[in-house]
């Protein structure tokens, strides 16, 4: 099974800052089968990138994800008040599919 | 716009089954891949597997010993079995399809909470 470790656990940032979140896989990702998902609370998690660096339908492209074999990042470049909220990362390449634990941007 | 909506008990009683149903709407279960995710109570997501149309199945090893999905092409849903639950398995369950081939997910359901309880 591929591990996916999110850090931070927590980014604690202003609007119109800039946000990093890193991912990192315990085995190399195929075919860079990586995802990223928002979820706000009482929500369903939603789809922002794909094959990790591909964004998906309607999604700002103030999102932008970046990376290959173990190590994945998602950038947001400047953070609006909607962007607040926890952010998952997942491999889709290897079974059992796996999640991160989530990593929360917070308003600071 | 495809649509997925969860149904079925929110309330099971421990040792019990937990059955959901997913109904598909605008757009066809047909050559997709269609999984069941779950969600403890403030905690992260958890694949339990996924289902394509034509029948074929891949589980989560963690739950495969428990875990039953099936999929009916003629009512366009399909469906989540868990045995045996214990107060471990409360969790808003998500039925959720996988773009392309088996791609990353990009439609979900809202979800549903199903308490494990006496």
């Known amino acids: 099974e591929i591990v996916l470790t999110q850090s931070p656990g927590t980014l604690s940032l202003s609007p119109g800052e800039r946000a990093t979140l890193s991912c990192r896989a315990s085995q190399s990702v195929s075919s860079s089968y990586l995802a990223w998902y928002q979820q706000k609370p009482g929500q369903a998690p939603r789809l922002l990138i794909y094959?990790?660096?591909s964004r998906a339908t309607g999604i700002p492209d103030r999102f932008s994800g970046s990376g290959s074999g173990t190590d994945f990042t998602l950038t947001i470049s400047r953070l609006e008040p909607e962007d607040f909220a926890v952010y998952y990362c997942?491999?889709?390449?290897?079974?059992?599919?796996?999640f991160g634990q989530g990593t929360k941007v917070e308003i600071k | 716009q495809v649509q997925l909506q969860e149904s079925g008990p929110g309330l099971v009683k421990p040792s019990g089954t937990l059955s959901l149903t997913c109904t598909v709407s605008?757009?066809?279960?047909?050559?997709?891949?269609w999984s069941w995710i779950r969600q403890p109570p403030g905690k992260g997501l958890e694949w339990i597997g996924y289902?394509?149309?034509?029948?074929?199945?891949n589980y989560n090893p963690s739950l495969k010993s428990r875990v039953t999905i099936s999929v009916d092409t003629s009512k366009n849903q399909f469906s989540l079995r868990l045995n045996s639950v214990t107060a471990a398995d409360t969790a808003v369950y998500y039925c959720a399809r996988h773009k392309g081939n088996g791609g990353a997910v990009d439609y979900w359901g809202q979800g549903t909470l199903v308490t494990v309880s006496s």
């Open positions: 289902i394509y149309y034509s029948g074929s199945t």
């Open positions: 997942q491999q889709y390449g290897n079974s059992p599919l796996t």
């Open positions: 605008g757009g066809s279960i047909s050559t997709y891949y």
């Open positions: 094959g990790a660096s």
